[in-house]
């Protein structure tokens, strides 16, 4: 257990030196630790694709003081991911929970591939038949063919 603990404050003292305004930051070492590794999994809604601890957008450190807030309440990881979600939607988690609206998002276009390619093969392998002429256009071509050949 004590080497959980030096490797928490460790962690904890690397991440402060990361943070980007010390006054920002968290008294508790492991609380920071924590509100950083939320932050990473949190997307700037500014930049889109960065996470909102590498952006330097004022909503992305309007994020990381509600993040940090969250966590000084003692909401746990969970809950502070449902708050930004129930406040910014879905979109503001770089990896977003499984869902089945996901997963068609997701799995839509390779079964969109799929149901074409065997669309063709069955077309290929099953070549439609030429229609069959009236008896009015087979008198026709009959005598277009005579009118040919004469």
């Not at 070492?29 to 500014?46: H, K, N, S, T, Y």
């Not at 960065?50 to 969970?78: M, N, P």
């Not at 069955?122 to 002429?133: F, G, K, Q, T, V």
Request: charged share 25%.
């Amino acid at each position: 257990m004590k080497a959980r603990s030096v490797l928490a404050i460790m962690a904890g003292v690397v991440c402060i030196a990361a943070a980007s305004d010390p006054a920002e930051r968290l008294a508790d070492p492991g609380q920071e630790a924590r509100a950083r590794a939320i932050f990473a999994d949190v997307r700037c809604l500014v930049c889109q694709n960065e996470s909102i601890d590498d952006s330097e957008a004022e909503l992305a450190g309007d994020l990381r003081r509600a993040v940090r807030e969250q966590v000084r309440a003692g909401r746990s990881d969970a809950q502070i991911k449902r708050f930004l979600t129930d406040r910014y939607g879905e979109f503001v988690l770089l990896t977003p929970a499984f869902s089945w609206v996901n997963l068609a998002l997701w799995g839509g276009p390779f079964l969109v591939v799929l149901a074409g390619g065997g669309l063709l093969a069955s077309r290929l392998r099953n070549p439609a038949a030429e229609p069959e002429l009236s008896p009015e256009e087979a008198r026709r071509v009959r005598r277009l063919a005579e009118s040919d050949s004469a």
